[in-house]
């Protein structure tokens, strides 16, 4: 069965004399977290069960890939539980309810979460064919790849997933009491964040083996335990942003311990849709506004007036989910505010 729909064209705005937007590009229903990759930005249309491909040349959607049909999902899996917004501001549960929840690129394929029968699908990026159809037994929420391994982390159902990505077959699931979300790769270490539990786990990949459980601390300003959601690498450091709280913390993978913690903007989007986005000068970050922090100094570098829920950085620019369903392209250079 194919899954790509009739390529699209959407006319992107034009870029504002000397400011940092470039476009606003439309794309599906409730897009989550861009990915940049294979010549193209890949978004998550959550609410509708598409994936949009971007070409970065051009600044339009140029092809709609079908997934699944979000709508009977939606009804039969969230409907019961009542109004999606009476629980989706406390619980990152609410991402049972995203078809695909995430997307990731690894070994030349597009790797996306099906979310209404629990597997993993490989597609083609020319044309959205899919290659395989991985099934995982587990509600996906995140997944991040590499070219040995795709990993799935499963909020709901407590467990990590490993996918070999050249045999598409799961090879391993450990089990991380406490609502794994988060994921960053680095080399043979995969970070996941445990958000209910309020820790960062460290899983050696060669050994598919949780080596340390590293508990994320407040700041003096915390009014609530801290809720760790999106994991990055940079500048030798793992960062970690807490939900919620406004705290942001560095992790030293030498120690495995939390070396400090920064009072960060606090996120303001739909709950487990948070993300950092990692760009040559610093550690970018959505929110009421885009906030930048330098990883050489732990303090804020700049911050633009935009608001973002979810964020990527590539080809020079950040790719910004808005609050109204667009993605917005926006050059960090031309910020010019702290």
Known sequence: MTVALAATACTASPAPPNGPLLATIAVGLRPATPVVGLGAIWVPNTGDGTLSRIDPASNRTVATFRVGNAEPFYQSVCRPYGSIHSWMVTTFHVRRCDLPSS???????????????KEILALDPKDGRRVA???????????????????VTSYDDNVVVRIDIRSKTVVQTITQLGGPSGLALDGD???????RSGTVVRIDARTNQVVATIPIPCSATCWSAPTPLPVAVSNGAVWVRNEGIGTMSRIDPTSNTVAATLDVNTFNGRSGQDAIAVSPSGLWLGGVRLEEIDPRTNRDAQTIDQPGIALAYGDGSLWVTDIVGHVLRIDPRQAGGG
Do not use: M, Y
């Open 103 to 117: 997307v990731a690129i690894g070994n030349g394929l597009v790797w996306v979460a099906k979310n209404d029968t």
């Open 133 to 151: 159809a991985i099934p995982i037994g587990v509600t996906p929420f995140e997944l991040k790849a590499n070219d040995q391994a795709l990993w």
């Open 189 to 195: 270490t995969v970070w996941v964040a445990v958000s």
